[in-house]
Nanobody, 124 residues
């Protein structure tokens, strides 16, 4: 499956952005989807994940209550609504797809397919 992320940009602290990740090539609805982020000089960290059915979600503690992951299987797209953004949310955001079970949705090793990053910059 090919993944194309978009929607990044520059926003002031407290603002909102909505990222999109469009999938093509294989049946999107069978994949668990996730967003990870990577700041310069740091490791790629888990942000949020959503099960193939859309029923279950998982979030990193740092974004709980501020970010919402969703998906539209009819449009082969997964979204990340980011509210109350903070300067520490600044990073390149990557979408990823996994055909593994839902046991460890935050494990980076579970994800085989990756999109290119979209940059999110939050100014203070």
């Amino acid at each position: 499956v090919q993944l194309q992320a978009s929607g990044g940009g520059l926003v002031q602290a407290g603002g909102s952005l909505k990222l999109s990740c469009a999938a093509s090539g294989r049946t999107f609805s069978v994949y668990n989807m996730a967003w990870f982020r990577q700041a310069p000089g740091k490791e790629r960290d888990f942000v949020a994940a959503i099960k193939w059915s859309g029923i279950s979600t998982s979030y990193a503690d740092s974004v709980k209550g501020r970010f919402t992951i969703s998906r539209d299987n009819a449009k082969n797209t997964v979204y990340l609504q980011m509210n109350s953004l903070k300067p520490e949310d600044t990073a390149a955001y990557f979408c990823a797809a996994s055909s593994s079970s839902w046991l460890r949705p935050g494990a980076i090793g579970s994800y085989y397919y990756w999109g290119q990053g979209t940059q999110v910059t939050v100014s203070s």
